[in-house]
């Protein structure tokens, strides 16, 4: 069945979101909101500090072994992850998974050396993809620098250096909330031997329903529709359920 993934953008202690990956404002408290997605039945919870690349390092720290002591429930740490160490302190306060982008574009050997050390299942490969025509390109620094390197190269690569997951989330449509970008949802699980997530976009159960029709798609990472109250968790989870007993939802 479809996880449910709850994304959590961070900036100091403060829980954010923007459009595009710009714009960003303060909407709440990250540890509150954690609290509440973990008690609505959330599968998993991503937590991405936002200015970790601007910054050099990861600050989630404190927050993150907080909400580890607290909520029963995995939690991917994303931003900033640039060494080994800097992956076994986050699995040290509570973190399952380490997410990587931009620092793995520097050092090629990062997401090897980290599953080589904790095992695959431990590093997801993230992917911020802006379309480029018929294609996306990969972009990093939260957004800010281009690659010119393509989805399926990327992705390729990355399955290769051993992660255990992709993690793709839409440039264009995040914070948006239009609904997912179905095709290059599609498109990373055609190129996928792991596990893909999708996000960026989600605004109503119906977008994400649409997500988990995809064959093979593994996850659906939502913000905004969650932070501002358009998705239930537990409606959405009742109808993902209906649609893989039944293949098709009630609404």
Known sequence: MTRVIARLDIKSNDLIKGIRFEGLRKIGDPKTAAARYFENGIDEILLVDTVA???GRNHLGPLLERVAEELFVPLTVAGGIRTV????????LGADKVAVNTASFAQPGLVSEIAKTFGSQSVVGSIHAV????????LVEQGRERTGVTLRERI????????GEILVTSVDNDGV???FDLELAEAAVSASSVPVVIGGGCGNIPHALRAAEIKGLSGIALGSALHF?????????KEIKNLGQTGKATI
Do not use: H, P
Request: hydrophobic share 30%; glycine share 10%; aromatic share 8%.
């Open 53 to 55: 690349s601007l910054y």
């Open 85 to 92: 160490e800097d992956s076994r302190n986050m699995f040290r």
């Open 131 to 138: 379309r480029r025509g018929s294609d996306w390109e990969c």
């Open 156 to 163: 390729l690569t990355l399955v290769d250096s051993g992660v």
């Open 177 to 179: 909330r239009s609904g």
């Open 229 to 237: 109250g358009q998705v239930s968790i537990a409606d959405l989870k």
